[in-house]
C-alpha cells in the first residue's frame, strides 16, 4: 500500500491532483484509514493512475477521460493515440516558431522603414533557364500558405528526378503565377539540362529571360522573406520602375547546415511605365 503522497510521487501528480480524481470518482483510493482519514493506494491502480495523466495531456476533458478509461483501452491503443499526440505537439512547434521568425521579421521591417537598402538591390538581366518542376495551388501569397505547399514539392521532385536519371545541373527556382481569387500557382523547379520528354512524370520548360530585375539576396530561411520583398519593393517604386508579376526565388544555399546561412536570390522583373 501507498499513502496519497507516496503515490503521487510514483504517479509525477500534485496531492491536490490525486484527490480531485477521487472527489469525481476516477481514482477513489484502495482504503481510507478511518481514523487518520489517511489514502491508501495500491500498486496496481499506479497503471490507471499513469493511463489518466496520458489521457489528459491529449487534450482530454475528465469526462472524456472516464469514457476511455471505462473502455479498458490497449497499451497498444494508447500508445498510438499519444504518439499522434506528439506528431500534432510537434507539428503546433514549428508552426508556433515558424510565426515567432514572421513577427521578428516584420519587426525588423518596421526598424528600417525609411532606411532605403541601395547597396543590396542589383538590377540586372536574367537569362532564359530550362528547368524540371512540379506545380500545385496556395491558398495565398504570404508565408505561411506558400511554405506547405512548396516544402514537399522539392523531395518528391528529387524522388521523380531520381527515377528517371536525370542529374540538377543548377539551383532550385521557384516561380508563382495568380490564380483564382487569392489562391497562387505554385511552381517548385531546379535546373536541368534535358529535353523535355512525355515519359517524365515532372514538366521540363525553359523559363523566359528577364530584360531587366531587381534582385536582392534574402539571407536567412523563408518564413521571414518578407522583409526583403519590401526592401525590394520600395527601391522599385523610388526609383521609378514598375513589377511585373511575381518574384522568381533562386535557391542559391538552402535546407542544409546553419538556417542563418541561407541564401536566396529574389529576381523581380521591371520595366518603366
Known sequence: MFTIGDFAHLGRVSVRMLRHYDAVGLLPPARVDPAS????????????????????????????????????????????????????????????????????????????????????????????????????????????????????????????????GVTPSGHGIATYESADGDQVVVRAGVTVAVEPSAAYDFEVVDLPALAEAATIVHRGAMDDVDTSYQAVAAWIEAHGYKQNGFAREVYLNYGEGDPADWMTELQLEITRP
Open 37 to 164: 482519514g489517511y489514502r491508501f493506494y495500491t500498486a496496481a491502480q499506479l497503471q490507471r493512475l499513469n493511463r489518466l495523466v496520458a489521457l489528459k495531456d491529449l487534450g482530454l476533458t475528465l469526462d472524456q477521460v472516464r469514457v476511455v478509461l471505462d473502455e479498458k483501452l490497449s497499451v497498444e491503443q494508447l500508445h498510438g493515440m499519444l504518439s499522434l499526440r506528439r506528431a500534432e505537439l510537434r507539428q503546433q512547434i514549428l508552426a508556433d516558431e515558424s510565426r515567432l521568425r514572421r513577427v521578428e521579421a516584420r519587426l525588423r521591417a518596421m526598424e528600417r522603414e525609411g532606411a532605403m537598402p541601395t547597396d543590396e538591390i542589383v538590377v540586372k538581366p536574367v537569362p532564359a533557364v530550362r528547368v524540371a518542376r512540379l506545380t500545385a495551388t496556395a491558398a495565398s501569397y504570404e508565408p505561411e500558405d506558400i511554405g506547405p505547399v512548396i516544402q514537399p514539392l522539392y523531395p518528391q521532385l528529387f524522388e521523380r528526378l531520381g527515377r528517371a
